[in-house]
């Protein structure tokens, strides 16, 4: 059911697509960067959810920890280019990446899932293949810190906005240079702003504390072909249009940017007025499927950094817009751990072998039930654990090990756990053979089995393919 849903819903954002594209023909909807002058009005009504800081805002301190790390992992080898499924076909990503965050946490985006680089956790013993990629891995964590601290305060400034929005109904003037407005919370416009509820520091801390980071790594200058961003024509995009996937619902995204800048590229002086500098990497926003709104392209400088608060990563788009210089990334996210994280696979894993009776050495094996409904669940786990993990995780390579091993004892324990789950898919086959099986139990037995074993089938055919 939720796969169907998930196609449909592809398929009418699809639809939208074609249709906003027919609709533009060759007319491109306008975009603001800070040269225009209705930029930061535009910014305050229609996307005061995003939140800037510019890089002067931050300890010099962690700059240079952080930089630091970025560059360390791009000597030791550590960025790779996910492939990627889209619509039934691979894709390399032209940005290469790296995850690193809370020990046994992964993160799933467009059919892939990325198992995390450790940072370094009290009470885990995490082996780094050099202590230059151990201090990388920390420099992040620090940064992590600092971001969550950072998105608590703006998120209680935004409540603060909000709630002086409902008592005063006087409008009062708040314009600003760019760089103030940049740093401070614009008011937010009567269509963004729902009722305010006081926000406790429960549901604060579940939508900042950040359990992973995912580094992006690009030169524009060695890519062979980059895609034109469509709706506005601003020019090359690395990341295309999209919302972020596989968050807490309502949560902070955070991101710190480093273009490794040099004289030779600069900010062009004599900037047109329409338009942003080619030369410059910039963030794009645009309302999600909106053709009325202008997109803004905001200027990405060394070390500047911007939040996405409450729900502008599922109401807006953002893309990011190549430069020309190689850029860095660290994008901070409470991923959805519900069913992303190594305690919750092992949890399944020991549910499903509860059904196996393993009392003694002596005698053979066999499941305790076949009823239809504990038979789906094991054979459910199997699935998950095969192809949500397993190859998953052996698909990409062994391209964790450039940092550590950290992930080779649970994925050998999750190897075990799939062997005692195939021998139960082979009890099952057997026991619905004899004969004194009661046939109503035995039928809804075998058609629940049937449609799992067939779905196993099918991805392990896709998964061979590719």
Same mark, same amino acid.
Request: glycine share 4%; hydrophobic share 35%.
């Given at each position: 059911?939720?796969? !169907?849903?998930?196609?449909? %819903?592809?398929?009418? &954002?699809?639809?939208?697509?074609?249709?906003l594209?027919?609709?533009?023909?060759?007319? @491109?909807?306008?975009?603001?960067?800070?040269?225009?002058?209705?930029?930061?009005?535009?910014?305050?009504?229609?996307?005061?959810k995003?939140?800037?800081?510019?890089?002067?805002?931050?300890p010099?301190?962690?700059?240079?920890?952080?930089?630091?790390?970025?560059?360390? *992992?791009r000597e030791?080898?550590?960025?790779?280019? /996910?492939l990627?499924?889209?619509k039934?076909?691979?894709?390399?990503?032209?940005?290469?990446?790296i995850? +690193?965050?809370?020990p046994?946490?992964?993160? &799933?985006?467009?059919?892939?899932?990325?198992?995390t680089?450790?940072?370094?956790t009290?009470?885990?013993? +995490?082996?780094?293949?050099?202590?230059q990629?151990?201090?990388?891995?920390?420099?992040?964590?620090r940064?992590?810190?600092?971001?969550?601290?950072?998105?608590?305060?703006?998120?209680q400034?935004?409540?603060?906005?909000?709630t002086?929005?409902?008592?005063?109904?006087?409008? +009062?003037?708040?314009?600003?240079?760019?760089a103030?407005?940049? =740093?401070?919370?614009?008011?937010?416009?009567k269509?963004?702003?729902?009722v305010?509820?006081?926000? /406790? /520091?429960?549901?604060l801390?579940? @939508?900042?504390?950040?359990?992973?980071?995912?580094?992006?790594?690009?030169?524009? *200058?060695?890519?062979?072909?980059?895609?034109?961003?469509?709706?506005?024509? !601003?020019?090359? !995009?690395?990341v295309?249009?999209?919302?972020?996937?596989n968050?807490v619902?309502?949560?902070?995204?955070?991101?710190?940017?480093?273009?490794?800048?040099?004289?030779?590229?600069?900010?062009?002086s004599?900037?047109?007025l329409?338009?942003?500098?080619?030369?410059v990497?910039?963030?794009g926003?645009?309302?999600?499927w909106?053709?009325?709104?202008?997109g803004?392209?905001?200027p990405?400088?060394? %070390?500047?950094?911007?939040? !996405?608060?409450d729900?502008?990563?599922?109401?807006h788009?953002?893309?990011?817009?190549?430069?020309?210089?190689?850029?860095?990334?660290?994008?901070?996210?409470?991923?959805?751990?519900?069913?992303? =994280?190594l305690?919750?696979i092992?949890?399944?894993?020991?549910?499903?072998?509860?059904?196996?009776?393993s009392?003694s050495?002596?005698m053979?094996?066999s499941?305790?039930?076949?009823?239809?409904?504990?038979?789906?669940?094991?054979?459910?786990?199997h699935n $998950?654990v095969?192809f949500?993990?397993?190859?998953?995780?052996w698909?990409?390579g062994?391209?964790?090990?450039?940092?550590?091993?950290?992930?080779?004892?649970?994925?050998?324990?999750?190897? $075990?756990?799939?062997?005692?789950?195939? +021998?139960?898919t082979?009890?099952?086959?057997?026991?619905?053979?004899?004969?004194?099986?009661?046939?109503?139990? @035995?039928?809804e037995?075998v058609?629940?089995?049937l449609?799992?074993?067939?779905? @196993?089938q099918?991805?392990? &055919?896709?998964w061979?393919a590719?």
């Amino acid at each position: 059911g939720g796969t !169907m849903k998930r196609r449909a %819903g592809e398929r009418e &954002k699809e639809l939208k697509k074609k249709k906003l594209l027919e609709e533009l023909g060759e007319n @491109r909807l306008p975009y603001l960067t800070p040269a225009n002058a209705d930029f930061h009005q535009l910014w305050k009504t229609k996307y005061s959810k995003l939140i800037f800081r510019k890089s002067d805002t931050v300890p010099e301190e962690l700059h240079q920890m952080v930089q630091e790390s970025f560059l360390t *992992l791009r000597e030791h080898n550590c960025f790779f280019q /996910d492939l990627v499924r889209i619509k039934g076909k691979d894709f390399l990503t032209p940005v290469s990446r790296i995850l +690193i965050g809370n020990p046994g946490c992964t993160y &799933k985006y467009l059919n892939t899932r990325l198992f995390t680089v450790p940072w370094p956790t009290e009470g885990y013993d +995490i082996k780094y293949c050099s202590p230059q990629i151990h201090d990388a891995c920390k420099a992040l964590m620090r940064l992590n810190d600092y971001l969550h601290i950072e998105a608590v305060k703006a998120l209680q400034g935004q409540n603060l906005f909000e709630t002086k929005e409902i008592k005063d109904t006087t409008v +009062i003037d708040r314009e600003q240079s760019f760089a103030t407005s940049l =740093t401070e919370q614009g008011s937010v416009s009567k269509d963004q702003s729902g009722v305010c509820v006081p926000e /406790d /520091d429960r549901s604060l801390k579940n @939508r900042t504390s950040y359990n992973l980071t995912l580094l992006n790594y690009m030169d524009p *200058l060695q890519m062979l072909y980059l895609k034109q961003e469509p709706y506005f024509g !601003m020019g090359n !995009m690395a990341v295309s249009w999209h919302h972020d996937e596989n968050l807490v619902e309502r949560s902070v995204v955070a991101v710190y940017s480093y273009s490794c800048e040099d004289s030779a590229i600069e900010e062009s002086s004599e900037q047109e007025l329409e338009g942003r500098d080619p030369a410059v990497w910039h963030v794009g926003l645009k309302v999600a499927w909106d053709i009325e709104t202008p997109g803004l392209a905001i200027p990405l400088h060394q %070390g500047d950094i911007y939040l !996405m608060l409450d729900d502008l990563n599922m109401t807006h788009q953002h893309c990011v817009l190549a430069g020309l210089s190689p850029r860095f990334s660290s994008t901070h996210r409470v991923a959805d751990s519900s069913r992303g =994280t190594l305690e919750y696979i092992l949890g399944q894993c020991e549910l499903a072998l509860q059904n196996l009776q393993s009392d003694s050495d002596s005698m053979p094996l066999s499941l305790k039930s076949l009823e239809a409904a504990v038979v789906k669940q094991v054979e459910e786990i199997h699935n $998950e654990v095969e192809f949500e993990w397993l190859r998953q995780f052996w698909f990409q390579g062994k391209r964790y090990l450039k940092c550590t091993d950290w992930w080779l004892k649970p994925m050998a324990k999750l190897e $075990e756990f799939w062997r005692k789950m195939e +021998i139960m898919t082979s009890l099952v086959l057997s026991e619905v053979r004899k004969e004194q099986q009661i046939e109503k139990q @035995r039928n809804e037995t075998v058609s629940c089995f049937l449609l799992l074993l067939k779905e @196993r089938q099918k991805l392990r &055919k896709e998964w061979t393919a590719r």
